[in-house]
């Protein structure tokens, strides 16, 4: 291997000196320049400079879950079909025809979760049905 192949290796070291350098001169200037004395508010979450009313550990039911879940999915295809629009005209019948393809499993896969009340936020129909007759109903105001 001659010497004009390999890369010199000084940018690199230069350009980590100077990224330590950056990340020095911040900490330091942080330290004097920073607060030196703590209220008892210093410490305590705030949101937009609304003091939080409540905790902020709250239990998330496994439905959010699976929506969160679903949207990333969902929203991961739709990169493919944009992907496919960008690119459409060199793709020609082929591609036209494995993209109806890839919609029409979205579709299927949408009408399944669907289907089987993964879309379903509230109670189910046969909780209301039982706890309706006794007053216990979820959305009654009594």
Do not use: N
Not at 4 to 31: K, N, Q, T
């Amino acid at each position: 291997m001659s010497s004009e192949a390999a890369a010199p290796l000084w940018p690199l070291a230069v350009y980590f000196a100077c990224v330590l350098a950056v990340v020095g001169i911040m900490v330091g200037a942080s330290f004097l320049l920073g607060q030196r004395r703590r209220d008892r508010s210093t410490g305590e979450p705030y949101e937009s400079g609304i003091v939080s009313a409540g905790s902020a550990r709250i239990r998330f039911t496994a439905p959010f879950y699976l929506m969160a879940a679903m949207f990333l999915v969902f929203d991961l295809e739709t990169v493919f079909v944009i992907t496919w629009a960008s690119a459409a005209r060199e793709l020609g019948w082929r591609g036209y025809l494995a993209i109806l393809v890839f919609i029409a499993m979205l579709a299927v896969a949408l009408v399944y979760i669907w289907r089987s009340g993964a879309l379903r936020w509230g109670p189910s129909r046969r909780l209301e049905a039982r706890t309706k007759g006794r007053g216990e109903g979820l959305h009654d105001p009594s």
